[in-house]
C-alpha cells in the first residue's frame, strides 16, 4: 500500500509549462505502476499517461500525447508530469495514483489516490 502526495500545481498561461509531482514515503512506491489523471468542474475523471514500475512503459491519451512527459525517480519515491504547451482546457485538479496489477488506462484499475493538486491555465 501506498500513500501518494501531489505537488506543484498552480497558476500558469496558456502555452507555458508546468511540471506537477507526486511523491510517497513507502518504500514500496517503487514496485507500482503509477498513473496520472485529471478532473475539471463537472466533468469525470479521465487518465492521462502511466508509466510502468521500471519506466519502461508508458502510456497517454490523445488528447495529451506530444505535449505531456511521464516520467518517474525510484530512487526519490517520485512520479512527475511535465506539461507543456498548456492550454485552457487543460484546467482541471491533477490526480496520481498507484496501480497494484499493473500499468493502466482505466481508473479502476488504481487503487491508491492522492487528494490532487490544481492546475489553472489561464489566457
Known amino acids: 500500500q501506498v500513500q501518494p502526495v501531489e505537488s506543484g500545481g498552480g497558476l500558469v498561461q496558456a502555452g507555458g509549462s508546468l511540471r506537477v509531482s507526486c511523491t510517497a514515503s513507502?518504500?514500496?512506491?517503487?514496485?507500482?505502476?503509477m498513473g496520472w489523471f485529471r478532473q475539471a468542474p463537472g466533468k469525470e475523471r479521465v487518465f492521462l499517461a502511466a508509466?510502468?514500475?521500471?519506466?519502461?512503459?508508458?502510456y497517454y491519451a490523445p488528447s495529451v500525447k506530444g505535449r505531456f512527459t511521464i516520467s518517474r525517480d525510484n530512487a526519490k519515491n517520485t512520479v512527475y508530469l511535465q506539461m507543456n504547451s498548456l492550454k485552457l482546457e487543460d484546467t482541471a485538479v491533477y490526480y496520481c495514483?498507484?496501480?497494484?496489477?499493473?500499468?493502466?488506462?482505466?481508473?479502476?484499475?488504481?487503487?491508491?489516490w492522492g487528494q490532487g493538486t490544481q492546475v489553472t491555465v489561464s489566457p
Open positions: 495514483a498507484a496501480s497494484p496489477r499493473g500499468i493502466s488506462t482505466e481508473a479502476h484499475e488504481y487503487d491508491y
Open positions: 508509466i510502468s514500475w521500471s519506466d519502461s512503459v508508458t
Open positions: 513507502e518504500r514500496t512506491f517503487s514496485r507500482y505502476p
